[in-house]
């Protein structure tokens, strides 16, 4: 089945650590997406990557930092400069061509909380 | 930048009731999308819509891009419990991005048995 994998679903970080969120997609997308889900808020835009090796800031990436170093995949780091990182991540991908043309598809959403 | 305003905020329903929510915006936008997430879970596309005036159908859902560029609804018919969830309108401003959706901070819809 084609689709979008994040690991862990769930995730914990200590004070001053760093934690990396695993986003997996064998839909050939090339562009993928990290945004951040608080409670009664929309999805705010963390990073964006178009293609392997580029990507560009959202609206919110202080405190975050990526890498595509291959098309399938799009981790996400949370360095300890981010504050308050406690929120539901969800990972997206979408294709500019075809049926499917800029629609994006999310995985199911990792959950990081701060012990 | 962008913003969308989605309403209601929350909704209460009993089973069988119709369902309409909205988004506008105050700039055009060419597409609109329409999402439902369930807890836990990352959103799930419902309906996309890519032409003014556009009426599209899911089963019991229904979707419209407003004639203006500038709103678009879904509706709900006969709803059921599993309707439940938080329903998020998102779009493509026109001349923006390929890559970049605005979304709305979404629709909580309790459907009561």
């Known amino acids: ?115 | 930048g962008q913003q969308l305003n989605q309403s209601p905020q929350s909704m209460f329903i009993q089973e069988g009731e119709d369902v309409s929510m909205n988004c506008t915006s105050s700039s055009i936008f060419n597409t609109w999308l329409w999402y439902k997430q369930e807890p836990g879970e990352g959103p799930v596309l419902l309906i996309a819509l890519y032409k003014a005036g556009e009426l599209t159908s899911n089963g019991r859902l229904t979707a419209q891009f407003g004639i203006t560029r500038k709103d678009s609804f879904l509706n709900i018919s006969a709803s059921i419990p599993s309707d439940v969830g938080i329903y998020f309108c998102a779009g493509r401003p026109f001349g923006g991005s390929n890559y970049k959706l605005t979304f709305g901070k979404g629709t909580l819809l309790t459907v009561n048995p």
């Open chain 1, 1 to 115: 089945d084609g689709g979008i994998t994040q690991s862990p679903k769930y995730l914990f970080r200590k004070e001053g650590q760093n934690v990396t969120l695993s986003c997996e997609q064998n839909l050939n997308h090339d562009a993928m997406y990290w945004y951040r889900q608080d409670p009664g808020q929309g999805l705010r835009l963390i990073y964006y990557s178009q293609i392997v090796n580029d990507f560009q800031k959202g609206d919110i990436a202080e405190g975050y930092s990526v890498s595509r170093e291959k098309k399938e995949s799009f981790p996400l780091t949370v360095t300890s400069a981010q504050k308050n990182p406690t929120a539901f991540y969800l990972c997206a991908s979408s294709t500019p061509e075809g049926q499917d043309k800029n629609i994006q598809y999310f995985g199911a959403g990792t959950r990081l909380s701060v012990l």
